[in-house]
């Protein structure tokens, strides 16, 4: 590998977007240990590496050479937890953050917020216990975010991890995510980051988690046109990617607000023809993938609403 990568790719980031190294490092090392990443030393936790690097936007996947011997172990058990996750192996999950928290520093807050992390994720898996997953959220993102609250805070870089854990505090509403305009410029600053300079897998994924929380901002605001820029944004955003579920929820999220905006109007019927198309495109998707109680209530909605009978 060539000599020097991490300092390659942080240098050339920074000049990109014009950004501080402190931008990238605050919150995950301090101003030295950047330096040394930098330098390529190779007696840096690999975590940090890998911290920093999803800061900004880019995998870990080439940067192997700063793996230490005696980071190996940690690795492999971070990566059995995400795979046991990704499977639905909670038990599993929940052993592996137990033996990891056994041969990780106490005092090392990246280690502690990845076990934080995935121990909210098991809270969060079956939407019962939302006082629970706000706090391991609030604890875990206060590790590598503290300012993060303060209303003046924007242009943030963000991990996937962070991004998750914010839209796990912004789905519950808690603490200083409850009024709406700190919702709305939170998420936005998020989506700013992402659309500008992130690369990772999970692009779509997040975003779209990110512009559907936007749309229920929205709808609470009675801000139609906005509303309907959001939902075309989340359109966009899972357009060609795996969340076809997504697609069919927005397609009926979009027609109701088209009804409820256009019908009020001048009478013309136009609203009435694009209403109906969305209504077929959601019913079509939840037919498909044989989701029928979310068609049936597609089909409910045509004929009280619309007066209009969906077939396929």
Avoid at 129 to 136: A, F, S, T
Avoid at 203 to 215: A, F, S
Avoid at 233 to 249: M, N, P, Q
Wanted: one cysteine or more.
């Amino acid at each position: 590998m060539e000599k020097n990568t991490f300092g390659k790719v942080s240098a050339s980031y920074r000049k990109r977007y014009g950004l501080q190294r402190k931008v990238i490092y605050e919150g995950i090392c301090s101003p030295t240990t950047f330096t040394r990443a930098e330098t390529e030393e190779r007696n840096l936790d690999f975590l940090v590496i890998e911290t920093l690097l999803a800061r900004m936007g880019k995998r870990s996947v080439g940067f192997e050479s700063m793996l230490r011997e005696e980071d190996g172990a940690l690795w492999e058990k971070r990566l059995e937890i995400k795979v046991a996750m990704s499977n639905g192996d909670y038990p599993a999950v929940d052993r592996g953050i137990q033996e990891y928290r056994l041969q990780v520093s106490q005092e090392n807050w990246l280690h502690e917020q990845f076990c934080l992390y995935y121990e909210m994720k098991l809270a969060e898996r079956n939407g019962k216990d939302q006082d629970k997953v706000c706090k391991l959220a609030a604890r875990a993102l206060a590790l590598t975010k503290e300012k993060f609250d303060l209303p003046d805070q924007q242009n943030n870089l963000y991990t996937p991890m962070e991004m998750d854990m914010l839209l796990a505090l912004v789905r519950n509403r808690q603490g200083e995510w409850k009024a709406s305009c700190r919702v709305e410029s939170g998420l936005l600053d998020i989506v700013r980051y992402m659309e500008i300079c992130y690369q990772e897998d999970r692009h779509e994924d997040i975003e779209g988690d990110v512009w559907l929380e936007l749309i229920k901002v929205s709808e609470c605001s009675d801000e139609n046109g906005k509303e309907l820029y959001y939902i075309e944004k989340a359109l966009k955003c899972f357009d060609g990617t795996t969340g076809i579920r997504r697609l069919a929820e927005l397609h009926f999220i979009k027609a109701k607000l088209i009804e409820r905006w256009k019908r009020a109007g001048d009478g013309c019927k136009d609203w009435l023809r694009e209403c109906m198309e969305e209504c077929r495109m959601a019913h079509t998707i939840y037919a498909i993938m044989g989701m029928d109680r979310e068609r049936n209530a597609v089909e409910k909605y045509c004929e009280e609403e619309l007066q209009w009978h969906i077939t396929i």
